[in-house]
Protein backbone atom coordinates (compact mmCIF):
# COMPACT_ATOMS: atom_id res chain seq x y z
CA UNK A 1 0.00 0.00 0.00
CA UNK A 2 1.79 3.39 -1.40
CA UNK A 3 1.83 6.46 0.79
CA UNK A 4 0.86 9.49 -1.05
CA UNK A 5 4.07 11.43 -0.16
CA UNK A 6 1.38 14.65 0.11
CA UNK A 7 0.62 13.26 3.82
CA UNK A 8 4.34 13.57 5.24
CA UNK A 9 5.64 16.53 3.20
CA UNK A 10 3.42 18.95 4.89
CA UNK A 11 4.73 17.27 8.71
CA UNK A 12 7.54 19.32 10.49
CA UNK A 13 10.71 17.57 11.74
CA UNK A 14 12.75 19.47 14.67
CA UNK A 15 16.02 20.10 13.82
CA UNK A 16 17.03 19.04 17.02
CA UNK A 17 15.46 15.51 16.81
CA UNK A 18 17.48 15.33 13.10
CA UNK A 19 21.41 16.28 14.98
CA UNK A 20 20.23 13.99 17.70
CA UNK A 21 19.71 11.04 15.23
CA UNK A 22 22.79 12.35 13.11
CA UNK A 23 24.98 12.26 16.35
CA UNK A 24 23.57 9.00 17.60
CA UNK A 25 24.92 7.26 14.38
CA UNK A 26 28.33 8.78 14.69
CA UNK A 27 28.62 7.95 18.50
CA UNK A 28 27.40 3.97 17.62
CA UNK A 29 29.84 3.83 15.07
CA UNK A 30 32.68 5.70 16.34
CA UNK A 31 33.03 8.47 13.91
CA UNK A 32 34.89 10.94 16.04
CA UNK A 33 36.26 13.12 13.59
CA UNK A 34 33.15 13.45 11.81
CA UNK A 35 31.19 13.46 14.95
CA UNK A 36 33.35 16.85 15.99
CA UNK A 37 33.08 18.41 12.77
CA UNK A 38 29.16 17.94 12.93
CA UNK A 39 28.90 19.03 16.44
CA UNK A 40 30.71 22.41 15.46
CA UNK A 41 29.03 23.02 12.07
CA UNK A 42 25.68 22.14 13.63
CA UNK A 43 26.59 24.09 17.12
CA UNK A 44 25.49 21.79 19.52
CA UNK A 45 26.62 20.23 22.50
CA UNK A 46 29.43 17.58 21.95
CA UNK A 47 28.79 14.52 24.45
CA UNK A 48 32.26 14.46 26.02
CA UNK A 49 30.96 11.93 28.47
CA UNK A 50 31.31 8.97 24.44
CA UNK A 51 34.31 9.95 23.35
CA UNK A 52 36.89 8.05 25.47
CA UNK A 53 34.77 5.16 24.80
CA UNK A 54 34.11 6.21 21.36
CA UNK A 55 37.83 5.84 21.15
CA UNK A 56 38.53 2.82 22.77
CA UNK A 57 35.38 0.75 21.09
CA UNK A 58 36.87 1.71 17.60
CA UNK A 59 40.11 0.23 18.21
CA UNK A 60 38.41 -2.66 19.24
CA UNK A 61 36.14 -2.74 16.16
CA UNK A 62 39.13 -2.40 13.96
CA UNK A 63 41.10 -4.79 15.63
CA UNK A 64 38.40 -7.17 15.01
CA UNK A 65 37.87 -6.05 11.55
CA UNK A 66 41.40 -6.01 10.17
CA UNK A 67 41.68 -10.10 11.54
CA UNK A 68 43.36 -9.23 14.76
CA UNK A 69 41.02 -10.68 17.03
CA UNK A 70 42.92 -11.83 19.78
CA UNK A 71 43.65 -8.13 20.41
CA UNK A 72 40.17 -7.41 19.71
CA UNK A 73 39.58 -9.43 22.93
CA UNK A 74 42.69 -8.07 24.69
CA UNK A 75 40.98 -4.67 24.54
CA UNK A 76 37.68 -5.98 24.90
CA UNK A 77 38.82 -7.81 28.44
CA UNK A 78 40.42 -4.54 29.46
CA UNK A 79 37.38 -2.18 28.59
CA UNK A 80 34.50 -4.68 29.65
CA UNK A 81 35.93 -7.17 31.77
CA UNK A 82 32.86 -9.55 32.02
CA UNK A 83 31.40 -9.22 28.78
CA UNK A 84 33.44 -12.20 26.78
CA UNK A 85 33.29 -14.79 30.04
CA UNK A 86 29.24 -13.38 30.06
CA UNK A 87 28.92 -13.70 26.18
CA UNK A 88 30.12 -16.99 25.26
CA UNK A 89 28.68 -17.04 21.64
CA UNK A 90 30.52 -13.71 20.99
CA UNK A 91 33.53 -14.96 22.77
CA UNK A 92 33.33 -17.81 20.09
CA UNK A 93 32.91 -15.77 17.30
CA UNK A 94 36.25 -13.98 18.26
CA UNK A 95 38.30 -16.52 18.76
CA UNK A 96 36.77 -18.37 15.49
CA UNK A 97 38.18 -14.82 13.78
CA UNK A 98 41.60 -15.97 14.67
CA UNK A 99 41.66 -19.47 13.75
CA UNK A 100 40.16 -18.47 10.20
CA UNK A 101 42.98 -15.35 9.81
CA UNK A 102 45.19 -18.26 10.37
CA UNK A 103 43.82 -19.99 7.61
CA UNK A 104 44.22 -17.24 5.64
CA UNK A 105 47.96 -17.22 6.25
CA UNK A 106 48.36 -20.74 5.97
CA UNK A 107 49.70 -21.65 9.28
CA UNK A 108 47.28 -24.79 9.06
CA UNK A 109 49.50 -26.14 11.40
CA UNK A 110 48.99 -23.28 14.03
CA UNK A 111 45.48 -23.14 13.16
CA UNK A 112 45.34 -26.80 14.66
CA UNK A 113 46.60 -26.40 17.69
CA UNK A 114 44.60 -23.28 18.45
CA UNK A 115 41.70 -25.00 17.63
CA UNK A 116 42.19 -27.34 20.20
CA UNK A 117 43.04 -25.07 22.55
CA UNK A 118 40.35 -22.69 22.77
CA UNK A 119 37.88 -23.82 20.12
CA UNK A 120 37.16 -27.65 21.21
CA UNK A 121 36.17 -27.02 24.70
CA UNK A 122 33.14 -25.28 23.42
CA UNK A 123 32.34 -28.48 22.38
CA UNK A 124 30.83 -29.89 25.34
CA UNK A 125 27.52 -27.43 24.63
CA UNK A 126 25.96 -28.83 21.08
CA UNK A 127 25.02 -25.58 19.20
CA UNK A 128 28.88 -24.98 18.99
CA UNK A 129 29.96 -28.54 17.67
CA UNK A 130 28.58 -27.45 14.15
CA UNK A 131 30.50 -24.36 14.15
CA UNK A 132 33.26 -25.99 15.11
CA UNK A 133 32.89 -28.46 12.69
CA UNK A 134 32.71 -25.98 9.77
CA UNK A 135 35.89 -24.01 11.27
CA UNK A 136 37.75 -27.38 11.10
CA UNK A 137 36.78 -28.56 7.58
CA UNK A 138 39.02 -25.47 6.11
CA UNK A 139 41.83 -27.39 6.82
CA UNK A 140 40.85 -29.91 4.55
CA UNK A 141 41.21 -27.88 1.73
CA UNK A 142 44.18 -26.23 -0.14
CA UNK A 143 42.32 -23.69 -1.23
CA UNK A 144 40.02 -22.44 1.24
CA UNK A 145 38.64 -19.67 0.01
CA UNK A 146 36.93 -22.28 -2.83
CA UNK A 147 35.48 -24.93 0.31
CA UNK A 148 31.89 -24.81 0.96
CA UNK A 149 33.01 -22.60 4.54
CA UNK A 150 34.63 -19.66 2.43
CA UNK A 151 32.33 -17.19 4.23
CA UNK A 152 34.03 -17.79 7.08
CA UNK A 153 36.84 -16.24 5.61
CA UNK A 154 35.48 -13.13 4.23
CA UNK A 155 35.22 -10.14 4.78
CA UNK A 156 31.45 -9.70 5.42
CA UNK A 157 32.06 -12.11 8.29
CA UNK A 158 34.28 -10.33 10.06
CA UNK A 159 32.71 -7.42 9.43
CA UNK A 160 29.40 -9.04 11.16
CA UNK A 161 31.38 -10.27 13.90
CA UNK A 162 32.76 -6.68 14.92
CA UNK A 163 29.28 -5.11 14.67
CA UNK A 164 27.68 -7.25 16.67
CA UNK A 165 30.95 -6.97 19.52
CA UNK A 166 30.43 -3.08 19.07
CA UNK A 167 26.64 -3.50 19.75
CA UNK A 168 27.15 -5.34 22.99
CA UNK A 169 29.99 -3.60 24.44
CA UNK A 170 27.38 -0.52 23.97
CA UNK A 171 24.75 -2.74 25.74
CA UNK A 172 27.33 -2.99 28.54
CA UNK A 173 27.72 0.23 28.74
CA UNK A 174 23.73 0.47 29.19
CA UNK A 175 23.31 2.49 25.63
CA UNK A 176 21.55 1.02 22.95
CA UNK A 177 22.76 -1.58 20.52
CA UNK A 178 21.64 0.31 17.42
CA UNK A 179 21.87 3.55 16.48
CA UNK A 180 18.76 6.06 16.77
CA UNK A 181 18.41 5.93 12.67
CA UNK A 182 18.74 2.14 12.80
CA UNK A 183 15.65 1.89 15.52
CA UNK A 184 13.79 4.33 13.30
CA UNK A 185 14.54 2.04 9.70
CA UNK A 186 13.75 -0.85 11.32
CA UNK A 187 10.37 0.63 13.49
CA UNK A 188 9.31 2.23 9.51
CA UNK A 189 9.86 -1.24 8.16
CA UNK A 190 7.92 -3.26 10.38
CA UNK A 191 5.25 -0.77 10.41
CA UNK A 192 5.19 -0.78 6.54
CA UNK A 193 5.09 -4.55 6.28
CA UNK A 194 2.23 -4.77 8.71
CA UNK A 195 0.49 -2.20 6.88
CA UNK A 196 0.48 -4.37 3.96
CA UNK A 197 -0.18 -7.48 5.88
CA UNK A 198 -3.34 -5.95 6.92
CA UNK A 199 -4.81 -4.08 3.92
CA UNK A 200 -2.35 -5.49 0.48
CA UNK A 201 -4.89 -7.57 -0.70
CA UNK A 202 -5.39 -5.12 -3.24
CA UNK A 203 -2.23 -7.12 -5.04
CA UNK A 204 0.65 -4.23 -3.92
CA UNK A 205 4.08 -5.29 -3.59
CA UNK A 206 5.50 -6.01 -0.34
CA UNK A 207 7.10 -2.69 1.10
CA UNK A 208 11.06 -2.73 0.14
CA UNK A 209 13.02 -0.38 2.49
CA UNK A 210 15.54 -0.21 -0.47
CA UNK A 211 12.74 0.56 -3.10
CA UNK A 212 11.48 3.06 -0.95
CA UNK A 213 15.01 4.63 -0.36
CA UNK A 214 16.01 5.30 -4.22
CA UNK A 215 12.64 7.05 -4.95
Not at 25 to 44: P, Q, R, W
Not at 193 to 211: P, T, V
Amino acid sequence: MDVDPRQWENIAVNDKDIHNIVLSYLVHNCCKDTMESFVSCAGIKQPADHLEDMEKRKRIFHSALDGDALKAIELTEEFTPDLLENNKDLHFDLLGLHFAELICLRKCTEALGFAQMKLTPFGTMQKYVEKIEDFMSLLAYEEPEKSPMFHLLSLEYRQRVAENLNREILAHSNLPRYSAVERLIQQATVVRQSLHQEFGKDGNQLFSLKDFLER
